[in-house]
């Protein structure tokens, strides 16, 4: 039924709270901005996600210009395998909390370390 893939999507869902018991959601985005979703599959191994890709029909594999994921080794590892690697694009919201990550970490290492050497008057002058 599908004309196009375009770009597809790879994320997973945790099933349970505390992150266990994944599902991988593959979805698509086609050139007529159809969304739909084309696989759920059990766990989130790069094997499961390669052969999801391998059944995918030739001739609809060479529409996909972009595959979204996360930074996840197996997704990542999985489309530049039938893809190729210019076809990979990283979420934004990964990369942006991989980039805000060290500011984080050097702000509360600052505030403590403030804290430590002044008074609680000029510390909270600094705030």
């Known amino acids: 039924d599908y004309q196009d893939l375009n770009i597809l999507g790879i994320d997973e869902i945790s099933m349970?709270?505390?992150?266990?018991?994944?599902?991988?959601?593959?979805?698509?985005?086609?050139?007529?901005?159809?969304?739909?979703?084309?696989?759920?599959?059990?766990?989130?191994e790069k094997a499961?996600?390669?052969?999801?890709?391998?059944s995918i029909p030739e001739y609809?594999?060479?529409?996909?210009k972009q595959v979204c994921t996360d930074m996840y080794d197996g997704y990542v590892n999985a489309?530049?395998?039938?893809?190729?690697q210019q076809s990979?694009?990283?979420?934004?919201?990964?990369?942006?909390?991989?980039?805000r990550q060290p500011l984080d970490d050097l702000?509360?290492?600052?505030?403590?370390?403030?804290k430590s050497e002044l008074s609680d008057e000029a510390y909270s002058e600094q705030l």
Request: no cysteine.
């Open 48 to 54: 499961s996600v390669l052969a999801f890709f391998s």
């Open 60 to 64: 609809l594999k060479k529409t996909v």
């Open 16 to 44: 349970k709270k505390g992150h266990q018991d994944f599902v991988t959601v593959i979805s698509a985005r086609q050139t007529n901005g159809e969304l739909s979703v084309l696989g759920i599959i059990d766990g989130r």
């Open 79 to 84: 489309a530049i395998e039938v893809f190729g």
């Open 88 to 99: 990979v694009v990283i979420d934004r919201y990964h990369v942006a909390k991989q980039y």
């Open 107 to 114: 702000r509360i290492k600052e505030m403590k370390r403030l």
